[in-house]
């Protein structure tokens, strides 16, 4: 058996471990993150594998001439997409954040997917042995 082969067999979706009132919307942006990326991948689970949200303030230039600066405090978490496009099932894994507003609150929630790594369709559901 390939090594390829063997990592496929041996991925498995995290379970959940965010509660917060905010899952259902962390998991529909989590979806939405990967069909813009991937039109008319179906998403088979979401799960939110970051147990709370992660804050970080950050010092930075707001433009490439380096003339202004701007503070910015983001909050994250991790969340994990299993999507089947064109036969083909694929565990992404996402990073989802909001910023923090001039009024203290936090903005629209956005993200991007950091890797993707192929999986079997049976380990969607699967627990990890």
């Given at each position: 058996?390939?090594?390829?082969?063997?990592?496929?067999?041996?991925?498995?979706?995290?379970?959940?471990?965010?509660?917060?009132?905010?899952?259902?919307?962390?998991?529909?942006?989590?979806?939405?993150?990967?069909?813009?990326?991937?039109?008319?991948?179906?998403?088979?689970?979401?799960?939110?594998?970051?147990?709370?949200?992660?804050?970080?303030?950050?010092?930075?230039?707001?433009?490439?001439?380096?003339?202004?600066?701007?503070?910015?405090?983001?909050?994250?978490?991790?969340?994990?997409?299993?999507?089947?496009?064109n036969?083909?099932?694929r565990?992404?894994?996402?990073?989802?954040?909001?910023?923090?507003?001039?009024?203290?609150?936090?903005?629209?929630?956005?993200?991007?997917?950091?890797?993707?790594?192929?999986?079997?369709?049976?380990?969607?559901?699967?627990?990890a042995?």
């Open positions: 058996m390939k090594i390829s082969e063997a990592i496929v067999e041996q991925t498995f979706m995290t379970a959940d471990r965010y509660a917060g009132a905010d899952m259902a919307a962390l998991k529909g942006k989590a979806g939405q993150i990967v069909a813009a990326k991937h039109p008319g991948a179906a998403a088979l689970r979401v799960t939110v594998i970051s147990p709370d949200w992660k804050e970080q303030t950050l010092v930075e230039y707001t433009d490439s001439t380096r003339t202004a600066l701007r503070v910015r405090t983001t909050r994250s978490v991790t969340a994990q997409v299993a999507a089947k496009t036969g083909s099932v565990l992404h894994t996402v990073d989802i954040s909001r910023d923090r507003r001039a009024d203290g609150s936090f903005g629209e929630l956005y993200g991007h997917i950091m890797f993707t790594d192929a999986m079997l369709e049976k380990n969607v559901n699967a627990a042995p």
